[in-house]
């Protein structure tokens, strides 16, 4: 017997909104201990249920166990550990310092939830992209309504299942379903939005939140650079560009490294040394390799295949370029010196291919870079300790990362988040927490001692105290009350 | 608007060109401009005063207190404080990550634009324009024509002492307004009211330009009588100060209202009465310590809320409008209807509803079905009603037995929250607003772990699940083969 797919239309979004803000203003989510016992519950679902998830990425995604256990639910298992260890601090609030103009008095910042949020999420790692800034949300005491994406089909019906089961209904909701649904969502007033996905649609997103004043925090992607310096280690830089490139969802990762920049001179032996590589990883037949995700859809096969398609790009291929559109397969294909402003040096490649630009000397790619806009990560490989310092105060991107790939995504302790085109604001660990929450300012005044140098008639006497409180500077205020001044 | 088009992307132009040559990531160079911040408003404030005067009919110490000395106080702060600021944070790494190294530093977004207010319309000016330059960006202010002869002062001076290749100054109204905002900007700073708010987030979206909104609200001020009438002289004053002190209630953290349970009412009238005059005179309009209104569209919107009958019907004080002189007497109301429009939209003026309420709790939900304001106020000795106050109602900030005066706190954030603004600044809080934290990361290529690469075998998931979970010594055993990968 079918189950009849419920409804999901303009008053459906509005009936839920109310619902969960209603659950807020009765205070349901507000309490440490509701909110610790939703943790639990979904390092529950990241401990009995990661069987699960990991069948569903690999339906949807074709997403080897290790890369669905370790990218996707040990990352997971982490954060929720990590917000339940610290939650008590986060919560407790910030003392701040009072100054002699507003002596006496004491200030602090409470940390308060913002209400009834949305995080709309992306289909590359739908579990991950998902819960992460759910588990934010939740920590922080908002109510929270989450949207898969519907093209990762499997995962966001283990989702709504999962958070069905064990999370609290009147203020934790899954809505699954395609612009439809999200348009509706967008409609509504929500109190903050939490968006992974294009920059194309973070547009679209910002533009709705602009309606109610929401804020944002736009988590989108970009062409992430990799410059490689000959003073090197060749082989770890290459296994480690592979692991970041191939090894996490086949290129298709808002962080993954899109194009390389190096020398000339050096191209040939980076080039020789990744081929290497690349058999030992995945064998001579890659397309046979089970180490890999396919292609999410033809819909993405197909925009990558034209992206290798285009004349003046073809001929650039020096590894690999097969493609199996039946099995949404394409293998790991390096490509040379493709023309800057082709098509697949103009937009975020998202995928198994990987451009490598070379240059006069390596100084040029902080040009290259800089005439580009802002990625959400930039990663160097050098051991020159001038470059790497050069290139992490000149190259603006989210994130940057020396000597390594996208392993700043797992530490809490470095928010993670865009700039520019790649996005704004930012999450993991604590940040995740500040991200949802409002940072209220309390002052406390007391009754006592009071300057009537704030009050009209104003005069000159007055005045002079005023500078001299200004000044903060005691001396200067004992002169004027003494009348010195 | 040709002319004006071609000026403003000249403008960019320019400064995107001094940006990129690295100039304004000198330390030193930003705390010259912002000593040279400081030097303008200290060697002009006699024509401050002046011009403040002739927009706003500001009496020179409001002028000082409110702005020209916030400006002198929030510029010292940025430079004996710009380097401990500027210094990037480290991060502590956890030992799987062992000898990577971690931090965050803090680099300008760009070049970004200031959008001003007219009613403080030097420090608000000003100090977002001291945050830009303290994070180290290029930037142009467009201050408010409401405003017109602090505007021209800006313009005027502002390049006479800052470097102009770096900061610029632009006039006008809307339509200038909406030229600056068809260009892509890295960030965008505006003070104004929600719903033109609404407008600058819609533009920027297009840019995907983050945005601070510092906007308003109606802010309350509950007055716990009972508990604070020991003190109620200086809880009076505080609220007449504040209300009519600063640029006659034409504040976002204004008092837009009080709530005061019934039986008290008539005692705080009775006091405000008397305080107003001693304030200002029998006749305050002649007094020079108050401030006019703006506009001719303001004293005829500030007429519009009054002209209800039923919010005439509960005048008890003031009431007086002259348009010509665009002066509006302060005055008070006693409970005006809850769905009035005086009572639904930010007053913005000398006009004081008095809300009563039959339990001082009660006013909790009166706050709680309006919009979220900037500041919320209480005077009260009440611990309980402290603690509700802060953990039912939301605010951009709540200031206990005081008004206005979180403003001047350097150490707390300026900003709203929902309708009152996205966003915050002040302190370190403008350096920040004003910049993008970007993560570093460093790895070592010295320490490579096999476990790391394909092909994936059941080892190697062994591996990584307990290097992720930190049971080290689980992972050593493993390592030594001590345990069985599963």
């Not at chain 1, 917000?83 to 006496?104: G, R, V, Y």
């Not at chain 1, 086949?250 to 001179?265: F, M, R």
């Amino acid at each position: 017997m079918a189950a009849a797919k419920k409804v999901f239309g303009a008053a459906e979004a509005s009936d839920l909104v109310n619902e969960l803000r209603r659950s807020f203003d009765d205070g349901v989510t507000r309490g440490y201990d509701w909110r610790i016992t939703q943790l639990k519950k979904l390092l529950v679902i990241c401990d009995n249920h990661e069987h699960e998830i990991v069948e569903a990425l690999r339906d949807d995604l074709g997403k080897p166990e290790l890369e669905s256990s370790v990218f996707e639910v040990a990352l997971l298992r982490n954060s929720c550990k990590l917000a339940l260890k610290q939650l008590k601090n986060w919560m407790a609030p910030d003392k701040a310092k009072t100054s002699l103009t507003t002596f006496p008095a004491s200030a602090e910042i409470v940390s308060e939830p913002l209400g009834v949020v949305l995080v709309i999420s992306a289909w590359n790692y739908p579990f991950l992209l998902s819960i992460d800034p759910v588990i934010g949300a939740i920590s922080a005491g908002n109510a929270v309504v989450l949207k898969p994406s519907e093209l990762a089909p499997a995962s966001s019906a283990l989702l709504a299942k999962l958070l069905e089961q064990y999370l609290d209904p009147s203020a934790v909701r899954v809505v699954e379903g395609n612009v439809n649904e999200t348009t509706l969502l967008l409609d509504q007033k929500w109190d903050k939005i939490f968006y992974t996905g294009s920059s194309k649609i973070g547009r679209v997103i910002m533009t709705a939140a602009a309606k109610h004043l929401t804020p944002v925090v736009l988590e989108l992607g970009g062409k992430s650079p990799v410059v490689v310096d000959s003073n090197t280690d060749l082989k770890v830089t290459v296994r480690r560009i592979i692991a970041g490139k191939w090894g996490c969802n086949n290129g298709q990762a808002c962080v993954s490294p899109d194009y390389i920049l190096t020398t000339k001179e050096f191209a040939p032996k980076l080039i020789d040394a990744m081929k290497h590589e690349l058999e030992t990883f995945y064998g001579k037949k890659p397309m046979d390799s089970k180490d890999m995700s396919r292609i999410v859809n033809s819909n993405h096969f197909d925009r990558l295949s034209k992206l290798l398609e285009e004349k003046e790009v073809s001929d650039k291929i020096v590894y690999g370029g097969d493609k199996d559109r039946e099995n949404l397969k394409i293998a790991p294909t390096i490509l040379l010196d493709v023309p800057l402003d082709s098509l697949i040096m103009s937009e975020e490649i998202f995928g198994p291919l990987l451009p490598i630009i070379t240059l006069n000397n390596l100084e040029e790619s902080f040009d290259v870079i800089h005439s580009r806009p802002k990625p959400l990560a930039a990663y160097l490989f050098t051991h020159n300790q001038k470059l790497k310092e050069r290139f992490a105060m000149t190259v603006s991107a989210g994130g940057i990362v020396v000597n390594d790939i996208a392993v700043h995504l797992a530490l809490h302790t470095l928010p993670f988040g865009g700039v520019g085109e790649s996005g704004m604001g930012a999450y993991h660990g604590k940040f995740s927490f500040d991200a949802f929450s409002h940072k209220k300012a309390v002052l406390y005044r007391s009754l006592f001692g009071d300057a009537p140098v704030r009050y009209p008639p104003y005069s000159r006497g007055k005045l002079r105290l005023l500078k001299a409180l200004v000044d903060s500077n005691i001396f200067n205020i004992f002169k004027v009350l003494l009348g010195l001044s | 608007m040709e002319a004006m088009k071609e000026t403003v992307e000249e403008s960019l132009r320019e400064m995107r060109d001094t940006f990129a040559s690295g100039r304004t990531r000198s330390l030193k160079w930003r705390k010259r401009q912002i000593a040279a911040i400081y030097e303008m408003v200290k060697d002009n404030e006699d024509k401050l005063c002046s011009v403040l005067f002739q927009d706003l009919g500001k009496h020179s110490t409001e002028a000082f207190r409110d702005e020209l000395g916030h400006v002198l106080r929030s510029a010292t702060v940025a430079i004996n404080c710009l380097d401990k600021w500027a210094v990037p944070k480290q991060s502590n790494l956890p030992l799987l990550f062992f000898p990577a190294k971690g931090k965050v530093i803090s680099e300008p977004y760009g070049t970004v634009l200031v959008l001003s207010s007219w009613n403080f319309p030097i420090s608000l000016s000003l100090d977002p324009l001291i945050g830009a330059i303290a994070a180290g960006n290029t930037v142009l202010l467009k201050s408010s024509e409401l405003s017109p002869n602090a505007s021209a002062f800006l313009a005027k001076t502002i390049p006479a002492y800052l470097d102009n290749k770096a900061i610029k100054v632009i006039e006008g109204g809307p339509d200038v307004a909406t030229i600056l905002l068809q260009h892509q900007w890295d960030k965008i700073f505006f003070t104004g009211s929600p719903k033109i708010g609404r407008i600058i987030m819609a533009a920027a979206a297009q840019h995907l330009t983050p945005v601070t909104l510092e906007l308003g609200g109606k802010c309350p001020t509950i007055v716990d009588y009972p508990t604070i009438s020991k003190n109620i002289k200086s809880v009076v004053k505080r609220i007449t100060g504040g209300k009519w002190g600063s640029c006659s209630g034409q504040a976002c953290i204004s008092v837009d209202y009080v709530l005061i349970e019934k039986s008290f009412a008539s005692s705080l009238i009775d006091m405000l009465k008397p305080l107003i005059r001693s304030f200002f005179g029998d006749n305050p309009k002649e007094s020079g310590c108050l401030s006019r209104i703006v506009s001719k569209q303001h004293v005829q919107r500030l007429s519009r809320l009054l002209n209800d009958p039923r919010v005439q019907a509960s005048i008890v004080y003031g009431g007086s409008i002259d348009e010509e002189n665009l002066y509006v007497e302060p005055t008070i109301l006693l409970d005006p209807p809850l769905d009035s429009e005086i009572m639904n939209e930010e007053i913005f003026g000398p006009i004081l509803p008095i809300i009563t309420v039959r339990d001082i709790q009660d006013s909790i939900g009166i706050i709680k079905s309006k919009a979220k304001p900037l500041a919320i106020y209480a005077f009260t000795n009440d611990e309980n009603l402290k603690t509700r106050i802060l953990s039912e109602t939301s605010s951009g900030s709540v200031t206990f037995n005081d008004v206005m005066i979180q403003y001047m706190c350097d150490a707390l954030p300026f900003g709203g929250v929902g309708e009152s603004g996205i966003g915050r600044y002040h302190g370190k809080y403008s350096f920040d607003c004003f910049s993008h934290e970007k993560a570093i990361m460093e790895g070592s290529l010295a320490m490579d772990l096999e476990a790391r690469y394909p092909p994936w075998n059941s080892f190697k998931l062994s591996f990584i699940r307990l290097a992720f979970s930190e049971a080290y010594f689980k992972l050593l055993l493993l390592m030594l083969g001590l345990k069985r990968s599963t």
